[in-house]
């Protein structure tokens, strides 16, 4: 899911009905799983490369960009 949609960013809907980004301090447990889904699927794509590979994905910041590089 994370790699298909893109990562989970945790939200929050105020009462004028804009969505913004929760601050650290405002993330619950559920926030942290969901992060932690992204970092460790972040992580199995970057273990499992060779040095062009990695070269070529460095610089992407999710999971999703990192399988759409490669």
């Known amino acids: 899911m994370l790699i298909k ?8 809907t105020k009462e004028d ?5 929760k601050k650290l301090e405002e993330f619950d447990g559920d926030d942290y799983i969901i992060m932690e889904k992204n970092a460790k699927a972040k992580k199995l794509l970057c273990f499992g ?3 062009d590979e990695y070269m070529r994905i460095s610089k992407c910041e999710t999971t999703k ?3 759409d590089a490669l």
């Not at 949609?5 to 929050?12: D, E, K, Q, R, S």
């Not at 009905?17 to 980004?21: A, L, P």
Request: glycine share 16%.
């Open 17 to 21: 009905g804009k969505v913004i980004i």
């Open 49 to 51: 490369l060779g040095a």
């Open 5 to 12: 949609n893109g990562p989970l960013i945790p939200t929050v």
């Open 65 to 67: 960009e990192i399988w």
